[in-house]
């Protein structure tokens, strides 16, 4: 993006991402596909820093032991104090929401990623070994709103796979970032429809080593399609996520 004229017409984003990590390739995927193509076109901004850029020691620490002991090391709070008043300066009144990826966070979930979708500016912080040292939650929620989220009842080894799921969630929930504006709604999940799942997908050829596509998909008659869809995504809820009914 070298041309200035080009670089002037460029839309500001409608939402912009830090993502702070000591893993920054983690985040290349975030580059490619949909993400990447809203990015391209100036409706995401994302940038992703290393931590260890704010550590003052020659071995660019950013992990210590535990204090009251145990397994495995505790990320120290000083690199990501100086990373949250560099990203977000404490003077500037306009403060991003800070996302946590931890396994003892709020669950993330389809109202969740509307939620985050609806704000300007997201930080998210990604943990790795056992965790971040607690005081750096209380040190942001002085400034900002902190939200701990867990993708899962599974153990990550880190933050950095929660951000790129929780990403590609809240990107594709942007106006005008999926090609078609409908898809995002009907999509399963997204609980605003009927909160069901999708009926079975098919395309060409109709006949695929010896088996059809369902004839009413190739009857033409749309009240007799989405009848036969609504009734697939009823008998494939029940039998597959009775939770949802
Ligand atoms: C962040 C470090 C690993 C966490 C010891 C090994 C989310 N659904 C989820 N499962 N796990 C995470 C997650 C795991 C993380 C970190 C998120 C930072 N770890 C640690 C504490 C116990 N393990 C997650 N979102």
Redesign the pocket.
Known sequence: MSDPDAEAMRPHPQLTLDVITIFPDYLAPLHESLVGKAIERGQLAARIHDLRQWTDDIHHSVDDTPYGGGP?MVMKPEPWGRALDEVAPATNPTQPRLVI???S?RRFSATVAAELAAEPWLMFA??????IDARVVDYAASRMTVDE???????????EV?VLVMVEAIARLLPGVLGNVLSAREDSFTDSVDGLLEAPAYTKPATWRGMEVPAVLLSGNHGEIARWRAAESQRRTAQRRPDLL
């Open positions: 495995g990826p931890s396994p966070g990604c943990g790795r070994y056992e965790g989220v867990s993708l899962g009842d599974y153990v990550l080894c880190g933050g929660a």
